[in-house]
């Protein structure tokens, strides 16, 4: 049912209404769409904190609630019982697979999770130290180049193909990011391991001896690609989804994407969480951080705390931050000093009233970091885990775009606030 909602403005008919929409759950939407070409008006909204961009059916967030469900099923539920590429399945599918679809879909990962070996041949072009998330966007915008006979976005097929190629070679390529890094022989995929221990074994494997698969570990890592999988519409997916707008083929799409996640304000951020839980060192340096992070004259900021949706806290946090002892008491790590610190430090936060009022609470970063770093992955690499995870709910929310046939290029307006018409001066002519 539509209703109407009155506008500070009306038109030539008198009429200021505009419809409101409902979703299944959340907040309603005002639909503005024809607010411009009625009224010539412009709806102003920089960063897009009253904005519904899309429809979409995939992932619902409620930030005050701390809700986050992947087409309905609670993150908890599905960080306890599922295993990613079912997630994935879901995210990308709308429903849990039968056995025998999860079957298919597996084998579908399996038979696509290679590199073309001129793909391999990119990495020798990049420097040693370069950052995997450069070399990522770089490799990741390059299938383009692979897969131009496959890749027609008109066709539903094609879609379906080049979305479990992304979501199946996205470990291969991140894994070769950092071997390359470390001079190390690059891996092949091996199937007999599930995703996340397929990950593992390319991340930290030799030629010269099996891989020793840790159950714990390998649990862990699911966990954390599960809980990464998709979160609406954030940064790095409104990215994917606009350059879809336009048409741009998937690969292009999804490097854009990790572009976009890169930055320590959204992907980045558990990167930074850990140098500045070095940086702190010991809990006796924690005031200063604090008094540090309230200093509006000083750019510091508590990396891993605050989110712009979540503001009670981030479910996600209390997932990791279990998984996070968990694995460091596997490791015999319990007394990591680093999560000491983290442990304290979000102590000191939430009693302070400045993080009260601001209502900023740990988020997946603040304890992602410590688990990451505790099962040996290199800091540099943590984007790029988030990166294969988040592939699921990048591909997810393409293939939910391009199955919309309303959805034309998206094309934003702006405010202009620059100098008004002049003409060029004379005497430069
Ligand atoms: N430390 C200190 N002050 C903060 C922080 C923080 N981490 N986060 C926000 N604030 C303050 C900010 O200074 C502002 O204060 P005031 O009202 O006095 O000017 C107020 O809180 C609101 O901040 P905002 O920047 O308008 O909030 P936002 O919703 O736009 O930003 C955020 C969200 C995540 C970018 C921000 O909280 C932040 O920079 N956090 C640290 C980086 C981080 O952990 N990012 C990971 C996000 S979760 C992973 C993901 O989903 O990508």
Redesign the pocket.
Known sequence: MTKYVNAVIGDETGDASLPILEGTLGPQAVDIQSLYGRHGILAYDP?Y?STASCKSAITFVDGDAGILAYRGYPIEQLAEKSRFLEVAYLLMFGELPSAAEGTAFRDSVCQHNLLHEQVISFYRGFRRDAHPMAVMVGVVGALSAFYHDDMDIRDPQQRINAAIRLVAKMPTIAAASYTYSTGRPQRYPRNEYDYAGNFMQMLFGMPNRDFVVDPVQVRAMDRILILHAD?EQ???TSTVRMAASSGANPFACIAAGIAS?WG???????E??VKMLLEIGTPENIPKAIAR??D?SDP???????????KNF?PRARVIQESAREVLAHLGLENDPLMAVALELEEIALRDE??IE?K?YP????YSGILLRAMGIPTKMFTAV?AVARTAGWVSQWLELHNDSTHGIDRPRQLYVGSGLRDYPETRG
């Open positions: 960063g904190r979160h954030n940064a790095s996640l320590p304000a959204h992907g980045g951020a558990n930074e969480v992070a309230k509006k510091f900021r508590l990396m891993g705390f605050g989110h712009r949706v979540y981030d400045y993080f601001r900023l988020n997946v970063d603040f988030f």
